[in-house]
């Protein structure tokens, strides 16, 4: 009685088909979290896919590019907008990615994946993480789900800049007027000098904003705005206190 030959297909070793379920169970996870990859209404359309993203508000002040230069797109005059050109895949460039997130000022850079390790690496905060850990779960955030942009400044920069140089050069030719009238005192001279020598310097800064494109992070920082406005305030001030 003869016996029954077994196939090659089915003499397949043990180690064998384990391997292939341990990959078909690795994709199978890496399905499922993709799928869980949260898709940030206001994320950048730049971005390639994956879970790290930007929202396209950096600065363009380097400091993230500097942090992971392989994984996000170089800034030049043809590119003013932060955004992620490759996903980390390996250990050291997560974390290159990580410091990125980190080092923005203006909370441009997020993840949206579903990563414990990386959540807690990045401070299990709202500002930078779509999913927050809570009670040992996973919560999508308020922001995410709204996708809450930073307001666009009523006022520009510049706008501020050339507004402030226009007033304190009329407050220079007032003083001037006031200065050469009869049985005036030579005191305006001091004041003269400083008004004239502000909105020179604040004229310059308003040539150089415009010069700038409206995306570098000088026409868009807070800072610069603030100075500016406080200037501004200053100046009609003064011009008021003058014509009165």
């Known amino acids: 009685m003869g016996v029954a030959k077994t196939r090659p297909s089915e003499?397949?070793?043990l180690k064998q088909t384990a391997?292939?379920?341990?990959?078909?169970?690795?994709?199978?996870?890496?399905?499922?979290?993709?799928?869980?990859?949260?898709?940030?209404?206001?994320?950048c359309p730049l971005n390639v896919a994956g879970p790290?993203?930007?929202?396209?508000t950096c600065m363009a002040c380097e400091a993230p590019e500097a942090e992971a230069p392989d994984l996000l797109a170089p800034l030049t005059d043809d590119n003013?907008?932060?955004?992620?050109?490759?996903?980390?895949?390996?250990?050291?460039?997560?974390?290159?990615?990580?410091?990125?997130?980190?080092?923005?000022?203006?909370?441009?850079?997020?993840?949206?994946?579903?990563?414990?390790a990386i959540v807690k690496r990045l401070g299990n905060g709202p500002l930078v993480?779509?999913?927050?850990?809570?009670?040992?779960?996973?919560?999508?955030?308020?922001?995410?789900?709204?996708?809450?942009?930073?307001?666009k400044p009523v006022v520009s920069a510049r706008l501020l800049a050339w507004y402030t140089s226009v007033v304190l050069v009329i407050d220079t030719l007032l003083l001037l007027f006031v200065s050469v009238a009869p049985g005036a005192e030579n005191r305006f001279l001091t004041l003269q000098v400083v008004?004239?020598?502000?909105?020179?310097?604040?004229?310059?800064?308003?040539?150089?904003?415009?010069?700038?494109?409206?995306?570098?992070w000088c026409n868009r920082s807070s800072t610069m705005r603030g100075v500016l406005s406080v200037a501004a305030v200053v100046a009609s001030i003064l011009l008021a206190l003058s014509v009165g």
Request: with cysteine; charged share 20%; glycine share 6%.
């Open 52 to 56: 790290f993203y930007t929202l396209g």
């Open 129 to 151: 993480c779509d999913y927050t850990i809570q009670d040992g779960h996973l919560v999508l955030s308020d922001q995410a789900v709204r996708g809450d942009m930073p307001k």
């Open 195 to 216: 008004f004239a020598a502000s909105a020179f310097v604040i004229a310059l800064l308003g040539v150089v904003l415009a010069w700038l494109p409206r995306a570098h």
């Open 80 to 116: 003013l907008i932060t955004h992620f050109v490759k996903q980390p895949a390996t250990p050291e460039e997560i974390e290159r990615a990580c410091k990125a997130i980190q080092v923005c000022c203006v909370t441009d850079l997020r993840y949206g994946g579903t990563d414990l």
């Open 19 to 43: 391997k292939l379920t341990g990959a078909a169970v690795l994709v199978l996870r890496e399905m499922k979290k993709s799928a869980m990859d949260h898709i940030h209404p206001s994320r």
């Open 11 to 13: 003499k397949r070793p």
